[in-house]
């Protein structure tokens, strides 16, 4: 159940250039948090709704809720100059959560994508075999963490700094190719999960997308980030919530146009 609560800044760490651990204690009792869920972190001393940002949990450990982020604009920066032992407001957790895979599966992580992604493949036991770009190294975060929830790992930069050189989709393609029977599980851009979601669909696999969107009130009150699904009950489409009916969505059921 999701609730507004107040928790403190017990760490709060430089990952890589311009990206952020913060792990905060609940100062009171919250519910624990399910692979895919996210919460509403407050920026900010005021309570503009407007300074309110969307962030997946990245692990739930001890108590801890723990958020690893980018900073960009206004509000990402407000809470980057948090310090241990000062509060926070928070709601969550919310949204749906990933299908738990029953054997092995394909996870898809475009940089900062990894943070929703993580704690799947921390539920998994190792059963996931991961595919993981960014633009350089730098966007390539905790790898040894990262590395040590997975059966096997592929890595790609654009720039060559990690990796295979090439975008994250090709060495997809030809894993496909050999194992299209296998679920993809996808966070990161939408380009590069629209481009996940095109090969699923070639050969015929599941996918499931988590996707990104503005979001103000992040409990379905607002229509600030919906997204059109298209499927067999709704032929003509549908408008659906991120934050609500989301943000794990069947990738063959997004119209990819109607994004936000
Ligand atoms: Fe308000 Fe989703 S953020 S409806």
Redesign the pocket.
Known sequence: MSKLFRATVTAHLDVNTGFRLLTLQPNCLVAVPDPGQFYMLQAGATHDPLLKRPFSYFRAENGTISFLYRIRGKGTRAIAALREGETISLIGPLGNTYPMPSGEFIAVAGGIGIASLFSLLGAADGRAVLFWGGRTANELLMPEAVKALVGSAVITTDDGTAGRKSLITEPLKEYLALNAHLPVYTCGSAPMMRAVANACAEVGTRCFVSLEAY???????????VVKIMDADYPEGKYR????DGPVFNASTVVWESRR
């Open positions: 979001m103000a009130c992040g409990v379905g009150a607002c229509l600030g980030c919530s991120v934050c609500k």
